[in-house]
């Protein structure tokens, strides 16, 4: 129903930034939260952001609080997620997704892949 698709993952040493996007097309209009995922091999998806559409309040997974960020443009349905500090244990295949009620997102993208040298 909603297609996402990330950008901007890459190749970064440890204490570099890179900032990743999530292009949203489709029936978006009532886009409720959207937020950002990952997933590093061997372990299971976990919570790393999300923004509430409308009111812009965010949340962060303490494991990345104070060193990301998420924003979201609406006139683009963009939502952005600016990493900054990396650190090698940020290495995995981050995913946006998007929710149209509390508690479920609904769709997700396929994944951007973001290497942390150290």
């Known amino acids: 129903q909603v297609q996402l698709v990330e950008s901007g993952g890459g190749l970064v040493q440890a204490g570099g930034s890179l900032r990743l996007s999530c292009a949203a097309s489709?029936?978006?209009?009532?886009?409720?939260?959207m937020g950002w995922f990952r997933q590093a091999p061997g372990k299971e998806r976990e919570f790393v952001a999300r923004?509430?559409?409308?009111?812009?309040?965010?949340y962060y997974a303490n494991s990345v609080k104070g060193r990301f960020t998420i924003s979201r443009d609406n006139t683009k349905n963009t939502l952005y997620l600016q990493m900054n500090s990396l650190k090698a244990e940020d290495t995995a295949v981050y995913y946006c997704?998007?929710?149209?009620?509390?508690?479920?997102?609904?769709?997700w993208g396929q994944g951007t892949q973001v290497n942390v040298s150290s």
């Open positions: 489709g029936r978006t209009f009532s886009t409720y939260v």
């Open positions: 997704a998007a929710a149209k009620t509390r508690g479920s997102y609904d769709d």
């Open positions: 923004i509430f559409w409308r009111s812009r309040l965010t």
